[in-house]
């Protein structure tokens, strides 16, 4: 059974090559981040390499082997920002592993997979040495790479693959899929719709894990201080952040993320159009800081949120991204 929900049309399209024996030898999955890439990827894998006359099943030995990331045919690339806090890059020597073991058969099933993930962050060397590999697919090989980024990849290498683009799923979908599944109750699923903007795989998380909507309260909880805060704490909490982002990158990442929203949803709140904001539990918060900043104070903080995402992916000093970050976030204006 295929897991991803709302992309019914990638689906068809991979079940299609599937049944008329008509499989590339490498793929680009492309879409937002916890759309579902990495789960329709190791669903691929399953069918690819399932027992059963629907593929894929999900049951056969084969099917559960792959779930439990024990196949010895599928092998996933992933940098972990946490296991290495100094690798920003896939490089060359994992990636020689890899086309090595592309040029030998399957141990114990059909196809060989190889699932690289954030496909992006792949170096220049070991770009091109997969690209050599692709060019010539040994038979029964199959690349599965996964990007929310097309555009960083190495040109190439997109035009050597068939490429499958996840959408982002209706609102209204995710909050169906939720109501049926588990036990929450309607305005928690509704909320988390909305948080999710469509990210199905951030849905999912969120119902089965409460921390994960606990830390994007905790984070805007922190821009909320930080607004309150005066030059010196500021910097303080810049200090902070910034040793965090030596730790566990992604974290980072996803709050700024967290923060975007809140900004944006401070300015539409700000322009009366709250039917509109994600941050629907903060409400109240959203109601009484929207009359307290500015609105070129917050545009520019918009920009300046994004502008340090960008430049902390392109590796610009951490420290001096954030110190100038938090100087420029908005400011409650004095009262009168
Ligand atoms: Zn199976």
New binding site residues.
């Given amino acids: 059974m295929w897991q991803v929900k709302g992309q019914e049309k990638a689906i068809n399209l991979i079940d299609q090559a599937l049944k008329n024996g008509l499989i590339a030898h490498s793929y680009l999955l492309t879409g937002p981040e916890h759309i579902g890439k990495m789960t329709l990827a190791k669903n691929m894998a ?1 069918a690819l390499n ?3 006359s629907s ?6 030995r ?2 559960l082997k792959i779930a439990n990331s024990s196949h010895a045919d599928v092998t996933i690339v992933s940098l972990s920002q946490e296991d290495d806090s100094e690798k920003t890059e896939i490089g060359i020597d994992r990636i020689r592993d890899i086309c090595h073991s592309a040029n030998m058969s399957p141990y114990e099933g059909k196809f060989r997979v190889f699932i690289i993930d954030k496909a992006e962050l792949l170096s220049p060397a070991a770009s091109n040495a997969l690209l050599k590999t692709i060019e010539e697919p040994p038979p029964q090989i199959v690349f599965i790479f996964l990007t929310s980024d097309s555009s960083r990849l190495l040109p190439t290498i997109v035009s050597r693959c068939q490429v499958i683009s996840l959408k982002l799923v209706p609102i209204s979908q995710v909050e169906q899929f939720l109501t049926q599944t588990y036990k929450i109750s309607p305005e928690r699923s509704r909320l988390l719709a909305w948080l999710s903007r469509g990210r199905i795989g951030w849905a999912i998380s969120a119902a089965e894990d409460e921390s994960t909507i606990i830390k994007h309260q905790e984070g805007v909880k922190k821009l909320v201080d930080i607004i309150n805060d005066n030059e010196e704490e500021r910097l303080e909490a810049a200090a902070d952040m910034a040793a965090r982002f030596a730790k566990n990158r992604e974290s980072v990442y996803s709050m700024l993320n967290d923060w975007l929203n809140f900004l944006r949803d401070l300015l539409l709140t700000g322009l009366g159009l709250s039917e509109l904001v994600i941050n629907v539990d903060f409400k109240a918060v959203l109601d009484s800081l929207s009359t307290k900043i500015g609105f070129s104070d917050l545009i520019e903080s918009i920009s300046e949120t994004d502008r340090a995402s960008v430049d902390l992916r392109h590796n610009v000093s951490p420290r001096l991204v954030v110190d100038n970050l938090f100087l420029n976030l908005p400011k409650r204006m004095v009262e009168v």
Avoid at 55 to 60: F, L
């Fill in positions: 399953q399932c027992e059963q593929p894929p099943c999900g049951e056969c084969s099917c």
